[in-house]
């Protein structure tokens, strides 16, 4: 048999545990669990890691736990911008929306971007557009309330602060961001990241999980990556592309080349955060210099992990 | 004395020598020559290598024969739509605008993300909100009209096509897009990208210009890049980053890391375009796969070069 493989996170952060009650850490790993078992029905079937990734990330965006898709957190000015991206490693084709509004899964969006268009990136009403010409599924602005996500910006909105994530405590950091790595039977990987960005943001705001080599690559010959972290900090560093070339150009491991990123070069610039990584072998890793990240994985021998902290 | 060097480009592609008339030559070297000494200057004076960057990627927004700023072509819709990014190699620092309408210089907006705020990447109205609470400078529709760009929209805009820049002849390919990099006395580099995008385009598409790691980078420890060319090419390719981490983790020089990325990487993904590079010694480098860049150059010894072709 081949080898298939898959990892997922729902964001990075302090999850501070006194604050999760046993209830919704419970929903938080079933919500993982369903995400991750999801995408590997669709390894195991033969499907492509490009749709594995998707159909992950799709049931993440579903899942109102998250923020990304339905239960993404609201802009400066009540509304969701939505921001995804995908990458196929097979021929580096990649696609992302940036700041998109009324997609339901912008993954698909992205997706579509990669499949059906000369380009790679599309961002605003013109994403819109694309969308709806090519039979996005769009939701009106109700479907995108929900009352914890409306309770976080009416403590933030007449302030000039933005939160990265949904906690309700604002010294806490949470990185909300979902997103998927798979390596399929063909030894294809795809990686997908999805997000609603920062509670309060505003200017349009941009961070890293749209931005191919910066938050999602994927790339055959490496490795496929998914983030979740301080965006601005793993935009200037370009952290996906920075472990493709370590493998590539320094022969790295994957563990070895995540390992100097993420507890080393992001840690010294002050670059919270963390990613799920994966390798033509199946190997998938995990790190994040956070309290804790939301992450699932079947590994090629089929065993399971879910977890949220160390 | 310290070592100080400044390379710029105007864009590349296909420039047809016979459509170039001589008055038409003559313009666009001297609109390079002007803008590589005002970044010049500011060198000689001190003048920091952002500074440089911004003021030379200024001077080609402002001339109206270039693809940025006064000058930028129409999209889809008959509007311009500007992106640009700048990052300076000391702190890894970087700013960008995607997709801004009515910013007479998009770099300037880009210096102040940069600068003055706590996020890298800004798109559409938000980020025309963010330029107009910090004194960025905005212009009315008809500041942007320009003749020729018109007509090549005239020509196009009933049609799904669209064109990499502008050219009178549809089966021409340029790639409109100004950049620059500097290495000042204290040894920092920077880069800087700006671009109006292609003719015709629809959906908010996003090229490579405004992308850190794709179309601008700049490390002190190892380059600045500004690239030009196929904008969906190069995101997917990181190009940027690429010649970067040759460097760092090869130790290729940056001619050996330009001609890979360039003349075959590129080229095998059909990739056109080209790049002006730099790095910590002020060597430069001004790649391109394509028939022509406009390009400038200024070395550590003060010698001059203004070229279109190679």
Wanted: charged share 20%.
């Amino acid at each position: 048999m081949k080898k298939i493989a898959i990892a997922i996170h729902g964001g990075a952060g302090t999850i501070a545990p006194h604050l999760l009650t046993t209830e919704l850490e419970k929903a938080y790993l079933k919500g993982l669990e369903d995400a991750l078992k999801q995408g590997y029905e669709t390894l195991k079937n033969n499907g492509s890691a490009t749709n594995a990734v998707a159909i992950a990330v799709m049931c993440l965006e579903d899942n109102p736990l998250f923020n990304a898709g339905k239960g993404a957190v609201f802009n400066h000015i009540g509304g969701h911008e939505l921001d995804a991206a995908i990458m196929q490693g097979i021929d580096l084709k990649a696609g992302a929306a940036c700041g998109v509004t009324g997609i339901k899964n912008p993954v698909l969006l992205a997706k579509a971007i990669m499949e059906k268009s000369e380009h790679v990136m599309m961002a605003g009403n013109g994403a819109f557009e694309f969308a709806r010409q090519n039979g996005i599924v769009i939701e009106d602005e109700a479907y995108f309330y929900t009352e914890h996500r409306y309770k976080q910006w009416q403590d933030l909105k007449d302030s000039e602060n933005f939160q990265l994530d949904h906690s309700e405590v604002k010294s806490e950091k949470k990185f909300g961001t979902v997103g998927a790595v798979a390596l399929d039977e063909q030894g294809n990987m795809a990686a997908a990241t999805s997000t609603g960005g920062m509670t309060n943001k505003k200017f349009g705001r941009i961070g890293d999980s749209p931005v191919i080599g910066a938050g999602t690559y994927a790339n055959n010959a490496t490795c496929a990556i998914s983030c979740t972290g301080h965006g601005e900090l793993f935009l200037r560093s370009v952290v996906a592309y920075d472990i493709s070339c370590l493998m590539e150009y320094k022969n790295f491991t994957l563990k070895q080349a995540c390992d100097l990123v993420v507890y080393d070069k992001l840690v010294k610039i002050g670059g919270e955060g963390g990613l799920v990584a994966l390798d033509a072998k199946g190997d998938i890793e995990m790190p994040f210099n956070s309290e804790g990240m939301y992450r699932a994985k079947i590994n090629i021998n089929g065993d399971i992990e879910v977890k949220i902290y160390k």
